[in-house]
Structures are given as C-alpha cells and as structure tokens.
C-alpha cells in the first residue's frame, strides 16, 4: 500500500514542477544612476532565482563588468572577467552571431515554439527625453514613440500580451535621456526542458556532422596520397 502513495505523491510532484511557470524579466535601465541590461528568472514564488547585471554605459575608460546572482539573497556567483564598454557591443554581438551560426535550424525551429508557448506578461516603456533645443526634442519623442510601437506591434503580433504600458516624456527644459524598457515573459518549465533537449539533439548532431567531415576529407587525402604513388 505505501508503495502506490509513494509513487503517486512523486508522479504529482514532478506533475506540479513541470506545470510551474517561470518568469523571465528583460529590463534596459537608465536611471536614477543605474545603467545596465538585466535579466531575471524566478519560479517557486522567488525561491528560485538567478539574475545576470551587465552595465552597458562606459564608466569611465575603465568599463564594469558584469555579474551573476543567484538565490532570494542575490548572493553573487560569478563575475565577468572582461569590463564591458558599450563601444565593444558590435564586436560582442558579432561573437555571438558566429558562435550560434552553426545553429541556424535550432533557431528556426525555436522561434516558432516560443510563439505557441511563450506569453509576455508585461512589456513596459518609460523615457524622458531631451536634446535641449525644442525642435529636436520633438524630433527625438516622435522617434521614440515609433520606435516603441514598432516592438510593441512586434510582440502582440507573436505573442499574447497580458499588460502594456507605454510613457514617453518630453523635457523640453534640460537635455537629458532616461529610460526604463522591461518586458516579462512567462513559460512553463515543462518548455524549458524541451527546448534543452532539443537543442542538446542539435548540438549532438552538429558535432557528429563535424566529426563526419573530417572522417571523410582524412580518408580522401590518404586515398588520394596512396594513388599518387602507383
């Protein structure tokens, strides 16, 4: 008798993990003297929680390096060994174009499934904005708004949007540039773990495709060398 209630407890157990949601927060920060990118995930009502800090703006000539905090105290568990300068990001961004290039059917098959099975749970927008010249703050909210509703139509498009709240402020007295843009999406761990598993089969045959190329070109050199000889 106590080895079905052991086996049902478990079986809802594991029912109940993979059907929890797991929130994750993507904000672009500057204000109040914070500058940085951030992304946060959190599950278990907080108890599981892991965040990346990256400061984007330069500080300095020295740059910041980032962070990673994991855990309801925010303990710190690793920090960038490279400061980060903003003027890097093309070289950065262009690094993580080709690491992910060999990926390109792991990304078209990703994208798709996140429309199904991803929600954005909020997406917020909050900028003030001056240059200091009238005419060209103008110029520069009109920018802003286009810009905003570009990413906004963007989502609703391909995905269910629960909350939107979109404030931009002109200052037309001081030039200054704040903002707060953050989205939060929602996805169940169930989703995560297929997402892993399938790009851990992509990887698997990325790496058996190498593998096989270099099999093949090896053979040919050998075959080739030994012909050249009779």
Known sequence: M??????????AVITVLLLVKVKIKVSFIKKDGVNCISVKSHAFFGL??????????DHGEMGSRGV???GPKRKALAV???????????HYLRNIYEKFKPYRSFIKWLLPFLERKMVVDEFTVEITGGSGDAYYTGILTGIFFSVSGIVETYLANHFRINKRYIRIVPDFSQKTYEFDVYCILEIKTVNIIIMMAKFLFFYLLQKEKKGGDRFGSSY???????????
């Open 2 to 11: 106590l080895i079905p209630v052991i086996l049902l407890s478990a079986a």
């Open 48 to 57: 599981f929680s892991v965040e990346a800090v990256l400061p984007f703006f």
């Open 68 to 70: 990673v905090r994991i």
């Open 80 to 90: 960038g060994k490279e400061k980060f300068r903003i003027r890097d990001l093309p």
């Open 220 to 230: 040919r050199r050998t075959y080739e060398n030994s012909y050249g000889k009779h």
